[in-house]
């Protein structure tokens, strides 16, 4: 049986819950839904497990905090033996428009210290991330309050259209593969 490993972002704590640089905690919270799997406390994070067509697929959020990611992921790798080609890394991106998706196969941390702490705990920069659109609609200086801070009203109306879609290239990356994945979900 194939194995995955998916892993969302965030921050733990409730003053970082509902925050743009969660949402890959909130990607994985409308995952466990979907699926109808719980996560429980487990070591450097909450795991929750489901299968989807002969595929299991073990879910990850971090309790390391975002810039500390990479020591869960690859504990997590490690332990369950899961080819890196096989592992989907879910971030925020204040690069994208608010609710774009993106998924790339490889590439460098575009200055975000969680892929950065990734790369270095996997010793590579070859494997999937899934980059969710956060927008930048913040002054010089204002990066890390806008990154932590509450999704605006009208950002959070369409906010659940894009967890569904987001889920819906979750399920792809795994059933179909990077590349089909890529050519459907990119830019929409």
């Given at each position: 049986?194939?194995k995955?490993?998916?892993?969302?972002?965030?921050?733990?704590?409730?003053?970082?819950?509902?925050?743009?640089?969660?949402?890959?905690?909130?990607?994985?919270?409308?995952?466990?839904?979907?699926q109808?799997?719980?996560?429980?406390?487990?070591?450097?994070?909450?795991?929750?497990?489901?299968k989807?067509?002969?595929?299991?697929?073990?879910?990850?959020?971090?309790?390391?905090?975002?810039?500390?990611?990479?020591?869960?992921?690859?504990?997590?790798?490690?332990?369950?033996?899961?080819p890196?080609e096989n592992?989907?890394?879910?971030?925020?991106?204040?690069?994208l428009?608010?609710?774009?998706?993106?998924?790339?196969?490889?590439?460098?941390?575009?200055?975000?210290?969680?892929?950065?702490?990734?790369q270095?705990?996997?010793?590579?920069?070859?494997?999937?991330?899934?980059?969710f659109?956060?927008?930048?609609?913040?002054?010089?200086?204002?990066?890390?309050?806008?990154?932590?801070?509450?999704?605006?009203?009208?950002?959070?109306?369409?906010?659940?259209?894009?967890?569904?879609?987001?889920?819906?290239?979750?399920?792809?990356?795994?059933?179909?593969?990077a590349?089909?994945?890529?050519?459907?979900?990119?830019?929409?």
């Amino acid at each position: 049986m194939k194995k995955y490993l998916v892993v969302g972002l965030g921050n733990i704590g409730q003053e970082y819950a509902g925050t743009r640089h969660n949402v890959g905690f909130q990607v994985m919270d409308t995952l466990a839904q979907k699926q109808e799997f719980s996560f429980e406390p487990a070591r450097l994070g909450d795991i929750g497990k489901f299968k989807i067509k002969g595929r299991s697929v073990l879910c990850l959020k971090p309790s390391t905090f975002m810039n500390r990611s990479g020591k869960a992921i690859r504990y997590w790798i490690e332990k369950e033996k899961i080819p890196i080609e096989n592992l989907l890394v879910i971030t925020d991106d204040i690069n994208l428009p608010f609710g774009s998706l993106r998924l790339k196969a490889k590439g460098t941390d575009g200055g975000h210290n969680g892929l950065r702490d990734i790369q270095e705990q996997l010793g590579t920069q070859q494997y999937h991330r899934f980059r969710f659109g956060i927008g930048s609609e913040f002054g010089k200086g204002g990066q890390v309050n806008y990154v932590l801070s509450p999704w605006l009203e009208e950002e959070n109306k369409a906010l659940g259209e894009r967890l569904e879609r987001s889920v819906e290239l979750v399920a792809s990356f795994i059933l179909a593969g990077a590349k089909l994945t890529m050519n459907q979900f990119n830019g929409t």
